[in-house]
């Protein structure tokens, strides 16, 4: 496999996630490389060869503390790094650390998806609600093509009720909201990342407190990351039984359509990431009344 720049922005990320886990080190905030970091941490003892990204996981009240930490210490001391979605128009649920000085597909810094994990409590009805709220977002922003909700009142008030200008990012603010009350961590709770499954390819279940505590240490390149502690369970979950087992050929290809240097400052940058967003908003709010429409109606 050949990609160019490919090494470059792994070593970038590499960067990145060292003064991460060094901050989060001298602040005493919790982490874990989750998802593909982890299984590259497996596999390998560090990337997966054609992999472009890197995943860390924050429980929301320790998120805070990074967050805090990023803007106070880390952005000042590498001012090429920004903090990526403050410079959407709307919040986002979570945040992603970018280096500025490579680009992937000519338009958006490199990042870090710094992963809020939710606590919650171990009840069906609150398990329930966790992914009634997740699968309402990922139909609203077109992750899943259907709807799948037990509490209808949900789709009634954030899809059927006001005007449909900027309802995606209305109801991401409440979505937004709900998450950020989840930061008690509690043994008796079980834990999953802020989008639970919707990014996977299989139905991801919640971990509960021992598949992933006490954390240990896992190699990762030259380093070595806090992660979960049982990453047999942690990984079949998100991949399956046969995770070890890299995928065909033809599957091996960065997210990434290209990566190469930036060409434009840093100011600009963040101009123009606040420019793609809302002009995705605006197109966003233009077709929802579309899939509102198309609503199976036994769902409503």
């Known amino acids: ?52 990204d890197l995943d860390m996981c924050f429980p929301v009240a320790e998120y805070r503390k990074l967050l805090k930490v990023l803007k106070e210490e880390v952005l000042i001391e590498h001012p090429h790094y920004i ?15 970018a280096d500025t ?32 709220r997740v699968n309402l977002y990922a139909y609203i922003f077109g992750k899943k093509k259907k709807v799948k909700i037990e509490n209808k009142a949900l789709i009634k008030e954030h899809l059927l009720t006001g005007s449909f200008l900027f309802k995606r990012e209305r109801y991401l603010k409440n979505f937004i909201s709900y998450v950020d009350e ?9 834990y999953e990342n802020i989008y639970n499954d919707i990014f996977f390819s299989r139905e991801v279940k919640p971990y509960n407190y021992t598949d992933l505590f006490p954390l240990q240490e896992l190699e990762f390149e030259d380093t070595k990351f806090f992660a979960p502690r ?15 087992i890299p995928p065909p050929e033809d599957k091996r290809k960065p997210y990434s359509k290209s990566l190469g240097p930036a060409k434009i400052p840093v100011f600009l940058t963040k101009k123009l990431l606040w420019t793609l967003y809302a002009l995705k908003a605006i197109k966003g709010s233009f077709t929802l009344p579309t899939k509102i429409k198309n609503l199976d109606k036994n769902t409503i």
């Not at 903090?83 to 650390?97: A, C, G, I």
């Open 1 to 52: 496999m050949d990609f160019k720049y490919l090494k470059e922005t792994q070593a970038a990320l590499l960067e990145m996630a060292k003064i991460i886990d060094q901050k989060c080190r001298e602040h005493n905030i919790t982490y874990w490389i989750c998802t593909g970091t982890v299984l590259g941490a497996v596999r390998n003892k560090g990337f997966i060869q054609w992999d472009d």
């Open 83 to 97: 903090l990526y979605n403050e410079n959407r128009p709307f919040p986002h649920y979570s945040e992603y650390l």
């Open 101 to 132: 000085r490579i680009m992937s597909d000519h338009l958006y810094p490199i990042k870090i998806d710094l992963v809020k994990v939710k606590s919650i409590p171990n009840t069906p009805e609150a398990i329930q609600n966790d992914v009634d």
């Open 182 to 190: 989840l930061d008690v961590m509690d043994e008796n709770h079980v």
């Open 230 to 244: 049982d990453t047999k369970t942690y990984l079949s979950n998100l991949y399956g039984e046969n995770f070890i």
